[in-house]
């Protein structure tokens, strides 16, 4: 059984940074995409960046030139920084995973990926 855990999340002033992690476990070989979506109150879950399995990253729009996602593959865990917050970042932030794919298509859709951490909140005051 795969699990996903985040850890992360706070409360920031406009213009701070954030670093998200999230372990995973439950799960062995090395080729799955994982990702990070974020939903807003009232909103559709929205897809943020992913990474390959060989470690290329993409990005969603709203994420492109602040925030960065990583991974360390020794740790299990996937990384996103996130810089320059502003308010709309507000939201839950959600890890994701999906192990029967090795390069993502870049749909930003959840149903692109078949497992999910709990969440971990994100909050940015102006």
């Known amino acids: 059984q795969v699990q996903l855990v985040e850890s992360g999340g706070g409360s920031v002033q406009t213009g701070g940074s954030l670093r998200l992690s999230c372990v995973a476990s439950?799960?062995?070989?090395?080729?799955?995409?994982m990702g990070w979506f974020r939903q807003a109150p009232g909103k559709e879950r929205e897809g943020i960046a992913a990474i390959d399995s060989d470690g290329s990253p993409s990005y969603a729009d709203s994420a492109k030139g602040r925030f960065t996602i990583s991974k360390d593959n020794g740790k299990n865990t996937l990384y996103l920084q996130m810089n320059s917050l502003k308010p709309e970042d507000t939201a839950m932030y959600y890890c994701a995973a999906d192990p029967t794919i090795s390069r993502y298509g870049g749909s930003w859709s959840p149903l692109d990926f078949g497992y999910w951490g709990q969440g971990t909140q994100v909050t940015v005051s102006s």
């Open positions: 439950g799960y062995t070989g090395s080729s799955y995409v």
